[in-house]
């Protein structure tokens, strides 16, 4: 089956800080896979995503690599600000199929 | 712009009514799901339909109905059998043709229902 487990929240932080939320997930065949952010009150954004192995996607200063070997999809920030506060979800999509599998979000607090 | 729109951004509900979420879109899209958010949780896929006049239970569909009569259009009913309707809910779109799951779906800004 497909599934996302991230790590578990709340992730706090000071202002400048190295951050890292692990995500692995377990797909049939070679799914996409996306972090999504989501702001106090708000919908999701789209944050990054990549749709094969060992591809990067980044945006806004945020990363994360497309694993196969480990199964996992970490997302990395080298340097956190406080506008980055928020909710964040890693998801999956298989491949040819138009429905997400979502991990169960972590919350992200930075501190200045 | 193109984007989704969610109508109201708050709804109050008394106990043993019916209520209608709204959900346009005008990004051509043809798929459009529904998702609800309950506090500290993740998301789970109540009905998704990829195609107007069509469309399927997603994991927790018990207590709510929709239709598709219109490609733009993906209204959500909570009916008065959903015992638990308190949540966040959440509407997204994303292109339906094979191959073009890797562009992520768009999602509206959120519907706060609230049973009083």
């Known amino acids: 089956g497909n599934s996302v487990t991230q790590m578990e929240g709340p992730v706090t932080l000071s202002e400048e800080a190295f951050l890292t939320i692990n995500c692995t997930y377990t797909?049939?065949?070679?799914?996409?896979l996306f972090w999504y952010v989501q702001y106090p009150g708000e919908g999701l954004q789209l944050l990054l995503k990549?749709?094969?192995?060992?591809d990067k996607g980044s945006n806004k200063g945020f990363e994360a690599t497309y694993r196969k070997e480990t199964t996992s999809f970490h997302l990395e920030k080298g340097s956190v600000q406080v506008s980055d506060s928020a909710v964040y979800f890693c998801?999956?999509?298989?491949?040819?199929?138009?429905?997400?599998?979502f991990g169960s979000g972590t919350k992200l607090n930075v501190k200045p | 712009d193109g984007g989704i729109t969610q109508s109201p951004k708050y709804l109050f509900r008394k106990e043993g009514q019916n209520v209608t979420l709204s959900c346009e879109q005008n990004?051509?899209?043809?798929?459009m799901y529904w998702y609800r958010q309950d506090p500290g949780q993740g998301l789970r896929l109540i009905y998704y339909s990829q195609i107007v006049n069509d469309f399927q239970k997603g994991d927790i569909a018990e207590g709510y109905s929709v239709s598709r009569e219109k490609k733009e259009s993906f209204p959500l009913t909570v009916t008065s059998a959903q015992k638990n309707p308190t949540a966040f809910y959440l509407c997204?779109?994303?292109?339906?043709?094979?191959?073009?799951?890797?562009?992520?779906?768009?999602f509206g800004s959120g519907t706060r229902l609230t049973v009083v």
């Open positions: 990004l051509n899209h043809d798929a």
């Open positions: 997204a779109s994303s292109p339906s043709s094979p191959g073009h799951t890797n562009y992520g779906y768009t």
């Open positions: 998801a999956l999509s298989p491949y040819n199929f138009n429905k997400f599998y």
């Open positions: 990549a749709t094969k192995a060992d």
């Open positions: 797909a049939t065949g070679y799914p996409s």
